[in-house]
């Protein structure tokens, strides 16, 4: 399985921009890039994914660098409700993949 | 919104109990996957499944045991509960085939083994 690196941790203030880095330099044609996100005590939930081109929706964007092999999660105002662990992962569709998530990166919302 | 269950929420049980965890979807999904989760550690995954009667060990080893004799029912079951199995226990579920493969997870299911 193509592996994701993320930072431990990082700290935003709230309503300021975060910006949320992911490696993925083994990542191959078919995998698409999904970022989850996990709330204490919750299940993770789902937040964004991609193949190549970036992506927006209601709760984030994703900008996919044009080589592929790095991301970034950007929420453009943190709230305190956004204080999470935010995983990176790589997912091939069809076949018999395992899904792993890996630490994800925790962050801190300052109020 | 993710169709997907797991009960129950909170368990506390004595050793050397039996007890199943619970998971359903109503999503069609083929795959489902059992992860374990300490507090504020990594998800590991201990079970997963392709389809009816398909299961396979994940990544964790796990004394649980796993069946899947309906599309949209995945329960896991420990036949002796001992205080090391305390952790929380989450369900998910993707799509079989398409793309892309999005997961789903329950909201866990929190056993403390006492």
């Known amino acids: 399985d193509a592996k994701t690196t993320q930072p431990n941790s990082m700290e935003s203030n709230e309503e300021e921009p975060v910006h949320l880095p992911c490696n993925h330099s083994t990542i191959s044609g078919t995998d698409y890039i999904h970022w989850y996100r996990q709330l204490p005590s919750q299940g993770p939930e789902y937040v964004i994914h991609?193949?190549?081109s970036n992506v927006n929706n209601r709760m984030a964007s994703l900008a996919i660098a044009e080589d592929r092999k790095s991301s970034t999660l950007i929420l453009h105002r943190a709230t305190l409700r956004d204080a999470a662990v935010y995983y990176c992962?790589?997912?091939?569709?069809?076949?018999?993949?395992?899904?792993?998530f890996g630490t994800g990166t925790k962050l801190q919302v300052i109020p | 919104e993710a169709d997907i269950y797991q009960t129950p929420r909170y368990l506390v049980i004595g050793t050397g109990k039996k007890i199943t965890l619970e998971c359903s979807q109503t999503?069609?999904?083929?795959?489902m996957y059992w992860y374990q989760q300490d507090p504020g550690m990594e998800l590991h995954l201990i079970h997963y499944?392709?389809?009816?009667?398909?299961?396979e060990k994940g990544d964790l080893s796990s004394e649980s045991t796993v069946s899947r004799i309906r599309t949209e029912h995945f329960p896991l079951t420990l036949e002796s509960a001992r205080p090391s199995h305390t952790s929380q226990y989450l369900c998910?579920?993707?799509?079989?085939?398409?793309?892309?493969?999005?997961?789903?997870f329950g909201e866990g299911s929190w056993l403390t083994v006492v």
């Open positions: 499944s392709y389809g009816v009667n398909s299961t």
């Open positions: 991609g193949l190549t």
């Open positions: 992962i790589l997912s091939r569709s069809g076949g018999y993949q395992k899904v792993t």
């Open positions: 999503m069609g999904h083929d795959k």
């Open positions: 998910a579920s993707s799509r079989g085939t398409g793309r892309p493969n999005t997961i789903y």
